[in-house]
């Protein structure tokens, strides 16, 4: 079935850049989205690319596709204390616009 | 754009009393709602996906008897808890999908715990 995969933890300093990787298994997924979720909030949207595309960038934020590898990456350029929280990656699949989302990253940035 | 609500934001009820959540997008119609359930530190889990004016379809294992969802109109869709207990405490969140761009859009989530 499919399985998106991610690593639990991410610890940076202020002011470092920030990769957070996610591996899926969905070759058909057409989207593939980040969402960051702050303590005791909902999820929300940061970026998403289309699965034709390479890379996009918005402001601090580059997603990277590698589609052969099935590999899609976030990276957090000059990280800051308030991008502390969880990013989800998702992707959809042929479900119906369900969403399958990895475990999610939990980004720690330390002063 | 693309905001979407939920009410209550939290809820505490006593065992065996149903519970009703809504979601609604403010700001665009929304024809596929969905609902996820999260416990502490983990990722979502799809309950169900709503669409507007059908049953709702059920993920395996979820009781559609036991988690009501209605989806009366394209801007809102109702979670009801019924008979809740203990363990139906968790954070509820929903999302609904854009039909510009298939994108979904979450809610802020609701804590309900059943004492």
């Known amino acids: 079935g499919e399985d998106v995969e991610q690593s639990l933890f991410l610890s940076v300093r202020e002011g470092d850049s920030s990769v957070i990787n996610c591996t899926y298994t969905d070759s058909s997924s057409t989207y593939l989205y980040w969402y960051k979720q702050e303590p005791g909030a909902g999820l929300q949207l940061l970026t998403y690319i289309f699965s034709n595309m390479d890379m996009k960038q918005d402001q601090r934020l580059t997603v990277l596709l590698n589609k052969k590898d099935k590999h899609l990456s976030l990276r957090i350029a000059d990280t800051q204390t308030g991008d502390s929280a969880i990013y989800f990656c998702?992707?959809?699949?042929?479900?119906?616009?369900?969403?399958?989302f990895g475990q999610g990253t939990e980004l720690s940035v330390k002063p | 754009g693309a905001v979407v609500s939920q009410h209550p934001s939290w809820v505490i009820c006593k065992s065996g009393t149903s519970v009703k959540i809504e979601c609604r997008s403010l700001d665009f119609q929304a024809t596929t709602m969905f609902w996820y359930r999260q416990f502490p530190k983990q990722s979502l889990m799809l309950m169900a996906t709503?669409?507007?004016?059908?049953?709702?379809?059920?993920e395996q294992g979820v009781e559609k008897d036991k988690f009501l969802i209605n989806h009366a109109s394209l801007t809102l869709s109702t979670l009801t808890v019924t008979s809740a207990h203990p363990e139906d405490s968790s954070f509820y969140i929903c999302?609904?999908?854009?039909?510009?761009?298939?994108?979904?859009?979450f809610g802020p989530g609701t804590r309900l715990t059943v004492l």
């Open positions: 709503s669409n507007e004016g059908s049953k709702a379809t059920y």
């Open positions: 998702a992707e959809s699949g042929n479900q119906g616009g369900k969403l399958i």
């Open positions: 999302s609904a999908s854009s039909p510009s761009t298939d994108t979904q859009y």
